[in-house]
């Protein structure tokens, strides 16, 4: 589990776990306003890491085909990194835009160009229409797969995709709770690492909500309202 061992995020800033004390970075190439991901490998070894926008590899040099993916530079969870269940090598960027926009992945392989990897020819591919500047990822309850959870940014819908072996399964799960502001898009979301919850922060309403989380079915219910 050093996967998220190895941190990069706002103005070129770092931070790097595997000594299990956080020891600060300088070299990152990423300069950016809001939301970012990052991602190791099980020895806790960078191996690349995203805006939302451009995609940088190990050695700190952008990827191949790692230009003008379609996250936000200002959404507050611009990426999101999931690894395929049962894949050594392939990879998924989520990314969500500005203020609401589409939902969208880019497949990233790790296999290619020595084991720096590439963006492939599967690169912003729309998943939802409409979201907010919201993503999060919590693993099933069988262990294996992905849940990947959004949520509208115009009505109280969560869409929560399963990632399983064979990819991503495009029509989510779609729960109808909690409120549904106008301009609902900023805020951000986040899943209790067991999978029994999803908290979500409505900026624009100055509260957040909390549900339960079936990481069986995908569906949330039981919401309480937090000031």
Same mark, same amino acid.
């Given at each position: 589990?050093?996967?998220?061992?190895?941190?990069?995020?706002?103005?070129?800033?770092?931070?790097?776990?595997?000594s299990g004390s956080p020891v600060?970075?300088?070299?990152?190439?990423?300069?950016?306003?809001?939301?970012?991901?990052?991602?190791?490998?099980?020895?806790?070894?960078?191996? @690349?890491?995203?805006?939302?926008?451009?995609?940088?590899?190990?050695? %700190?040099?952008?990827?191949?085909?790692?230009?003008?993916?379609?996250?936000?530079?200002?959404?507050?969870?611009?990426?999101?990194?999931?690894?395929?269940?049962?894949?050594?090598?392939?990879?998924?960027?989520?990314?969500?835009?500005? %203020?609401?926009?589409?939902?969208?992945?880019?497949?990233?392989?790790?296999?290619?160009?020595g084991g720096f990897g590439v963006?492939?020819?599967?690169?912003?591919?729309?998943?939802?229409?409409?979201?907010?500047?919201?993503?999060?990822?919590?693993? %099933? /309850?069988?262990?294996?797969?992905?849940?990947?959870?959004?949520?509208?940014?115009? +009505?109280?819908? @969560?869409?929560?995709?399963?990632?399983?072996?064979?990819?991503?399964?495009?029509?989510?799960?779609?729960?109808?709770?909690?409120?549904?502001?106008v301009a609902n898009q900023v805020?951000?979301?986040?899943?209790?690492?067991?999978?029994?919850?999803?908290?979500?922060?409505?900026?624009?309403?100055?509260?957040?909500?909390? @549900?339960? @989380?079936?990481? +069986?079915?995908?569906?949330?219910?039981? /919401?309480?309202?937090?000031?």
């Open positions: 589990q050093k996967e998220a061992n190895i941190w990069y995020f706002g103005a070129n800033a770092g931070l790097d776990f595997n600060a970075l300088n070299n990152g190439q990423m300069n950016t306003f809001d939301g970012c991901s990052s991602i190791a490998d099980s020895n806790g070894n960078l191996l @690349f890491y995203t805006n939302g926008i451009t995609v940088w590899k190990k050695n %700190h040099q952008v990827m191949l085909n790692g230009l003008g993916l379609l996250g936000g530079f200002s959404s507050m969870q611009a990426a999101l990194i999931v690894k395929k269940p049962g894949s050594s090598s392939i990879y998924y960027i989520f990314t969500t835009e500005n %203020h609401g926009g589409s939902m969208y992945y880019s497949e990233v392989d790790m296999a290619q160009q963006v492939t020819t599967n690169k912003n591919i729309q998943l939802a229409a409409f979201t907010g500047e919201k993503i999060t990822a919590v693993n %099933h /309850v069988n262990g294996n797969d992905i849940w990947v959870i959004t949520h509208d940014g115009g +009505n109280n819908t @969560f869409y929560a995709y399963r990632i399983n072996s064979l990819g991503i399964i495009i029509t989510p799960v779609v729960t109808n709770i909690g409120v549904a502001p805020g951000c979301i986040k899943a209790s690492p067991n999978g029994a919850f999803i908290a979500i922060a409505h900026w624009n309403l100055n509260n957040a909500q909390l @549900f339960d @989380f079936d990481n +069986n079915t995908g569906i949330l219910s039981n /919401v309480r309202t937090l000031s």
